[in-house]
C-alpha cells in the first residue's frame, strides 16, 4: 500500500488538488488505497478513506439499483410506459403517440431534458424550495412550471440527451410504485443492509463530521462552494409521494470504503457477503450496451442503465459512472477483474470537450498502468 500511496502521491503533484479517496479492488478485497490532501482546507482535517462526499452523478447507478430491484419482484416493466407508474399521461408534445418507457429514462434517450434556466422546467425547479407537482412540469401547459423545452424534437427512443430530470422521474417512479420516500426505500433495501450510514439526505449521516466540504479553483486558488451548513441550505425539503425528483440525481453522500461495497455487489452480479440485492440476470441486463450511438458527449457513447460502458482503457470494457458537481469530481469503474473509485472535493481539473476531465481521464490511465 505505501508504494501505491507514493506512486499516486507522486503522479497528483503535478496537480493541484485539494483532497481525494482513491481505490482499488480486486476478488472482493481492496488491494491498494491512497488519501490525499484535505477534506476541509478552512478546519485543517486530512482526508481519510472515511471522509464522506457528495459523489455526483455515480447516484445514478444508486437510482437504477432501487428500480432494478423492483423490475425483480415484477412492480417494474423496463419496457412499460412510465405513465402507468406515474398516475398521469406523459408524452413528448412532438410524438404524442410515442410512449416513454422506463429503459429510455435509464438510456437517457427519453426525450425529456432539463430544459436549461429558463422559466420553468426542472433546472429552474431545482432551484426553488416551493412544492411542485411532477405532472405541472411534464404534462401539464397551463402551469408556469411547465416548459416545451423539457422535450427535445426527436422520437422517443431515437436521441441521446443527458437528463438529470430522467433520474428524479425514476426515484418518483419507486415512490409511486412503493409508497415509500425513494430515500426511505433505498436506505432500507441497500444502504442498511449493507452497513452504510449515510444516504440521500444529511440527516442520514450518521458521522456528519466527515463530510468533506467541496471548493471551487478559480484564479489560481480553491474556494469554498459547499459544506455541511451550505449544503443543508440547498437540500430540498420532503414532498408528497411521488414528487421527489430533486436531489436524488446527484445527491448520495457517502464514503470511498463504503461505495466500495456497493460496487462489488455489482461486480459479483448483485451479491455482497452472501446476500443477494439484484438478480444476476438483472445485472447483466444493466451492463449490458443498451446504447451504441453517437452522443454529445462522447464519453457517453455506449449506455447500459444508467450506466457508462467503456471500452479505452482495457479489454474487458470499465462499467460504472463519473461525478462533476460543486468542485467535486469522482467516478466508480469496474470489470470482472478490477474496480476504481475516485473521489475528489477540488481539483483544477482541465475539461476538454467530453464529460470526462483530463485529469479523471489521466487518473484512470494511472490506475490501469499501475494495477
Not at 410515442?98 to 429558463?118: K, P
Request: proline share 2%; charged share 25%.
Amino acid at each position: 500500500m505505501e508504494n501505491f500511496k507514493k506512486a499516486y502521491e507522486k503522479f497528483i503533484s503535478e496537480y493541484e488538488m485539494v483532497g481525494s479517496s482513491i481505490i482499488i479492488a480486486k476478488n472482493n478485497e481492496i488491494v491498494d488505497s491512497c488519501c490525499y490532501g484535505k477534506q476541509s482546507i478552512e478546519k485543517n482535517i486530512d482526508t481519510s478513506l472515511n471522509t464522506i462526499y457528495r459523489i455526483a452523478s455515480i447516484s445514478k447507478v444508486i437510482v437504477a439499483i432501487g428500480v432494478l430491484m423492483l423490475v425483480d419482484e415484477g412492480k417494474i416493466c423496463l419496457d412499460e410506459d412510465i405513465s402507468k407508474y406515474l398516475g398521469f399521461k406523459v408524452n413528448n408534445p412532438n410524438y404524442p403517440n410515442d410512449i416513454i418507457t422506463v429503459r429510455m429514462l435509464m438510456t437517457q434517450s427519453s426525450s425529456i431534458t432539463d430544459a436549461g434556466s429558463e422559466t420553468g422546467g426542472y433546472d429552474t425547479v431545482n432551484q426553488i424550495d416551493d412544492e411542485v407537482l411532477l405532472e405541472d412540469i411534464l404534462s401539464n401547459p397551463k402551469s408556469k412550471y411547465y416548459n416545451p423545452k423539457t422535450y427535445i424534437n426527436y422520437r422517443p427512443g431515437s436521441y441521446w440527451r443527458y437528463s438529470n430530470f430522467g433520474c428524479g422521474i425514476l426515484a418518483c417512479i419507486i415512490e409511486r410504485v412503493t409508497g415509500e420516500y425513494f430515500t426511505e426505500f433505498i436506505k432500507k433495501r441497500l444502504l442498511l443492509p449493507l452497513d452504510i450510514m449515510s444516504g440521500f439526505r444529511l440527516e442520514d449521516l450518521k458521522y456528519p463530521e466527515r463530510l468533506a466540504s467541496h471548493y471551487l479553483y478559480k484564479d489560481h486558488k480553491f474556494i469554498l462552494y459547499r459544506d455541511y451548513n451550505k449544503f443543508k441550505e440547498v437540500q430540498s425539503p420532503r414532498y408528497k409521494i411521488g414528487n421527489n425528483f430533486r436531489g436524488v440525481a446527484g445527491g448520495l453522500y457517502i464514503s470511498s470504503l463504503d461505495l466500495t461495497k456497493i460496487m462489488f455487489m455489482l461486480m459479483n452480479k448483485g451479491e455482497y457477503q452472501g446476500k443477494r440485492f439484484l438478480s444476476e440476470e438483472i445485472v447483466k441486463e444493466m451492463e449490458k450496451i443498451q446504447w451504441n450511438k453517437k452522443t454529445e458527449d462522447a464519453t457517453y457513447y455506449k449506455k447500459g442503465l444508467q450506466m457508462i460502458i467503456l471500452d479505452e482503457f482495457t479489454k474487458d470494457p470499465l462499467k460504472g459512472h463519473f461525478g462533476n458537481a460543486y468542485g467535486l469530481r469522482s467516478f466508480m469503474l469496474y470489470n470482472k477483474n478490477i474496480g476504481y473509485i475516485f473521489l475528489c472535493n477540488g481539483a483544477n481539473f482541465i475539461t476538454d470537450e467530453e464529460h470526462m476531465t483530463i485529469l479523471q481521464k489521466r487518473i484512470i490511465e494511472f490506475l490501469v498502468d499501475y494495477s
